[in-house]
């Protein structure tokens, strides 16, 4: 196929008028059901032996749709939808290890994750190393015979690590584990995981894919060995799949994910900016800085550095003052919306810890965790501005 670029691939993505009888946007097939001919047709789909649908768990015409979208995007063989991220990443981690078997992950990232792995390694047998994902090396050290998963989120949430994901994919194949990348920061307009030698990519879909605050959905990309798996095992015994409304959603959201990733790059390069010359802010943490630690795999492995920046006002009651002087810009705990979005962690998410907890999480009192979102970008920098002189 014609190579295109990225803005041309996410309008047509996925998209088959030949089905849909010239649709340009998929329609939406609301059936939990489909019928057969005769029963040598049904043996045949039942069995996978033929293409087709017959159940609501197990895919529809428009959940696929979504699949090829994601997957053309991520340069997948395969794809597969679920009704959020969290089911995505359980099912990318419950197909590729069992009882007993090792996954190394990253020290800081989606606290979820990391509650997910402590959780299976309680309750299910599962053996969880957490490293500095900034040094690859080590995942290396980390690696015991029994190791099945390396798990890579760069950039990180909330802090904006970046890990080198070919590097870490190169110790993952000498080995024989599989490496998974969360790639809900980035986005497939900035990075593309599997082309540096990840097996899986797993979304958020919640956040910049489908983009508009609207919908919970996630997606698992990548081999289609593990993908089939994960939709013939994982999917079928625990559910979680993708609704065909949301589904919709999420590719109407895709059509704009390349304009909207563009001006999100844009709008976080001048917030981060302004910040790190503002002198109330004591750090800025943001992947596009050339003294940022991860900046030289930034460079690397990313087409624009997103739309997250982490900034520091100095303490609790500073990031208080801070995010109730701000007008624009939402108090929420989401990310990757049009909407300009700020979260204070340890007012908000980790409140209930103590202070040290919090550090050891990687995170200060005066953190904020800003999603910049798609407004005039003079507008975003007032906000920011006339909220810093509260601090
Ligand atoms: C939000 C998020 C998730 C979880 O996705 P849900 O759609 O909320 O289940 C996973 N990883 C990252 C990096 C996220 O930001």
Redo the contacts with the bound molecule.
Sequence with gaps: MKHRSLFTKAVHAGEDRAENFGALSTPIYNASVFAFENADEAAAIHNHVKPGYYYGRLGNPTQETLEKAVADLEGADDALAFA????A?SAAILTVAKSGDHIVALESM?S??TSLLNHLAENFGLEVTYVDATDPENYRQAARPSTKLFWI?TPS?PVLNVTDISAVCGIAKENGIVTCA?N??ATPFNQNPLSLGADLVVH????YLGGHSDL???ILAGDSSIVEEARMKTTRYFGGNIAPQVAWLVMRGIKTLALRMDKHNQNAYAVAHMLSDHPKVDAVFYPGFGDHPGHTYAVKQMRGFGGMVAFDVGGIEAGKRFINALELVSIAT??GGVESIIQHSASMTHASLSPEARKLAGISDGMMRFSVGVEDMEDILDDLRSALEAV
Excluded at 84 to 87: D, E, Q, R
Aim: charged share 15%; hydrophobic share 30%.
């Design positions: 959020s991220g969290m089911a990443i989606y979820t994750t989120e949430n969360d809900t920061f958020s879909a919640t956040k919970t959905a996630g989401s990310l």
